[in-house]
């Protein structure tokens, strides 16, 4: 038993104090960010009498309001389409619509020149970022809507309306 005591302390100690290679073992995390664009703080616009022309009404006009949208994206580009919704609009007899839409904001996003020419209806204006020279990478821009209806002729009287439907994509 006396030499049985020393060799179990040997044993012991090559156990504890002789353990073996360590192992490492990666442990991390991940998450997705989901491309997303929405548009928010939609805001109707008021269309005006043109004061030397009788057949027109317009956002640009004295007492016209264009109308605002905010688009919101996580991305560098995007691209708004907007769409005259003809049946849901309220025109003269044989009178058309126009549309324009522009960059309001005081930020240098996405839509930085952004500056579409007059669409009519039914014609779809869809604009794509970046523009050249554009710079990118804002997280929202203002967006102006004008419009403008336009009669044949003489415009009757009545309540005229457009509607618009924009769309933004990713």
Known sequence: ????????????????????????????????????????????????????NANELSTKYTGGIPAAVNVLCNTTTSTVTITPDIAASVLPPGGFLEYQIRKVSASTGIYANLDTPNFKQPERASYTTPPAGAATGARGDILRIDTEVVAPGVMPPGTYSTVLDVTVAP
């Not at 002789?18 to 008021?46: D, E, K, L, R, Y």
């Open 1 to 52: 038993m006396k030499n049985l005591i020393p060799s179990m302390a040997i044993a012991g100690l090559t156990a504890v104090g002789f353990a073996g290679s360590a192992v490492a073992v990666p442990v991390g995390a991940t998450g997705t960010v989901p491309t997303t664009c929405a548009i928010q703080n939609v805001t109707p616009g008021v269309l005006g009498p043109n004061r030397t």
